[in-house]
């Protein structure tokens, strides 16, 4: 006989089944699985499709069969706040987006107003945020409290000091009066003490103050007292220059002064510009890519329509019994390759990555646009043409002189000159003169000669100390030495190889203007010769095998020439960087600053906005020219 189990357990158990049920059901209700042609509508539409080679051809059944999941109402109402994009587009509605025209300049101006975390083609600001620059660095650095210039200001802050205390028993002749180290008096009695001092810019140290108090053994009753004292360095730690340099709480190695955070802060700002010369050369170059993504699209269109027509004409000869089954096959596999060309310059491919689509979002992402909308950003040239050559020597000036990496290098090198000389001054001894000044500010007639002489009386004298090796300033010395040597090393080094960057620009302008002079004479003769052969085909005198091939050197031979085209415009971008004018050439200027914020705008329209600067006649060389900048102010 087996033992039930009790009511209470079956309840239970019988409970639990039904909840594990019902949650099963809910779970299968809300995802179901998804499978191609699980419904009876899609399996009818796919048996039709199959009776209709023509429309199975031209339509794909990813096409028919859509993924994509509706948002429920609970969901709607969850992201009420949030920004919903558009969904991505696909192939086939290229042509129902809206052209959205945009010239370069414009691009610019987008990308410098949506600039305060400075982007870049390569994303770091996911792979390493913190090497990503922002608009906001250099007051970010100005308002660090150990290393912004108002820290190292604080230094020489006058310094406030007060206290009472109430001395509750025992004898205050024990407690001697002492000078603290603003407030001139300090004892543990029944006193009230209010003091100020600070350290000047010279380095010396000056406080006053007075005391007040009760003391009915020494003074009798109420007393009264006031002071001065004053500590001047003569050799360690003497000078404006060192306590600017190094700050007046300065130890060998440690220099915080207000000159080395004014470097510091300027370099800050050196790194922002080069950040926004490094967006604005990205956006010029995706800008261009773009532009050759869409030259590349029409190039592949064009062969699309040649194909068709190659296609149409075999089509009707193998009706007539005119040309053979296989050479239609020809035609038509040609037709279907040229649509996936231009189904992959729509889109792009995963090698290149240049299709239209591709090339557009990553114009979107330099501009902090949406990532999609019903807008396609559409360039708008043309882009130069014109014969532009260089002066060398102007150049290589122009580079040593603009580089912002010279410049942040020399910023470096400033900065440890500062060092050095912070460092030698503390290789001397410290010797201070001191002087100090003590007076009651009434006579009692009951104090103590202790009390008197205690609250009264001036001092003045000189102080002399220092480490008997000198071993930690030595080094200190010897360090600020190898720091400068490798400063300067490294400018030596950046001249080098800006000077070989520079070279290897002039080489790839000259290159580039030459090929696209050469392929603008390729694209003209394969089009003469598809034109030819296009006609002798309609004439019947040629087979379709000679057009196809010439289809296909026109095609190559468009889009050679739009690529080289493009490379020129980039190369001139290039030799604009490598000379470190590009900033200018651009238009682009600092902005009206804010108290938190560095800006950028564009203060004048870039050279690719005045095609009256370059004449595109290529008989013509022309030497593009830029005025210098205003040179950088270093603090003495």
Known sequence: ?????????????????????????????????????????????????????????????????????????????????????RIPPSADEFDQLTPWHLTLDEAVMLALDNSQVIRDRGGRVL???????????????????????????????????????????????????SSGQFGV????????????????????????????????????GFYAAYGAEARHPLMRGAGTQFNQIAGPMAKPGMYRGVLISKLEHNQARLEVEQSVSELVRDVAIVYWELFFAYQNLEAKRTALDNARQAWEREQQRVAQNVSPADVEALARQQYYSAEAGVRNAICGTTPGQ???????????????LPTT??????????????????????????????RIELRKQQSEINKRVLELKAARNLQRPQVDLIGKYRRLADDPSTDTALFSEALQGWQVGIEYSRPVLNRRENAAVHSAHLQLSRARAIAEEQRRHITSELRAA???????????????????????????????????????EEVLEAQVRATQAETQFQRSLVDYNLAFIKVHHARGTLLSVMGVGFGE????????????????????????????????????????????
């Open 506 to 544: 002039f080489i790839e302008l000259d290159r580039a203007y030459g090929a696209m002079n050469s392929m603008a004479q390729s694209r003209d003769a394969s089009q003469i010769r598809l034109n030819a052969q296009s006609e002798r085909h309609a004439a019947g005198d040629v087979h379709v």
């Open 373 to 402: 909308d019903d807008r396609l950003i559409h360039p708008v040239g043309p882009p130069l043409e014109a014969s532009l050559r260089f002066d060398w020597q102007e150049s290589d000036a122009l580079a040593q002189t603009n």
């Open 185 to 220: 008096f300090a004892q543990p009695e029944t006193l009230a003490k209010m003091g100020v001092g600070r350290i000047l810019r010279s380095g010396t140290k000056v406080s006053v103050g007075g005391v007040g108090g009760y003391d009915e053994d020494l003074a009798g």
């Open 1 to 85: 006989m087996h033992a039930q189990p009790p009511p209470q357990l079956t309840r239970c158990a019988a409970a639990l089944t039904l909840i594990t049920l019902a949650i099963a059901w809910v779970s299968g209700c809300r995802s179901p699985p998804v499978r191609p042609f699980a419904n009876a509508e899609l399996d009818k539409k796919a048996v039709a499709d199959a009776d209709s080679p023509t429309k199975a051809a031209s339509e794909s059944l990813l096409q028919t069969v859509s993924f994509a999941e509706s948002v429920l109402p609970s969901q709607a109402d969850f992201f009420a706040g949030s920004v919903v994009e």
């Open 127 to 177: 792979t390493f945020p913190d090497a990503v620059r922002t608009t906001l660095d250099p007051a970010v650095l100005r308002s660090d409290p150990n290393l912004g210039i108002d820290a190292s200001l604080s230094a020489f802050d006058t310094q406030f000091e007060t206290g009472l205390v109430y001395n509750g028993g025992g004898s205050s002749v024990n407690s001697a009066f």
């Open 354 to 368: 240049t299709g239209v689509y591709n090339v557009e979002l990553k114009l979107r992402t330099l501009l902090a």
């Open 593 to 636: 600053p804010t108290i938190n914020e560095c800006r950028f705008a564009l203060n004048s329209p870039s050279v690719f906005a005045r095609p009256e600067d370059f004449k595109n006649d290529n008989s013509e060389l022309r030497t593009a020219t830029t005025p210098l900048p205003e040179s950088s102010i270093t603090p003495r």
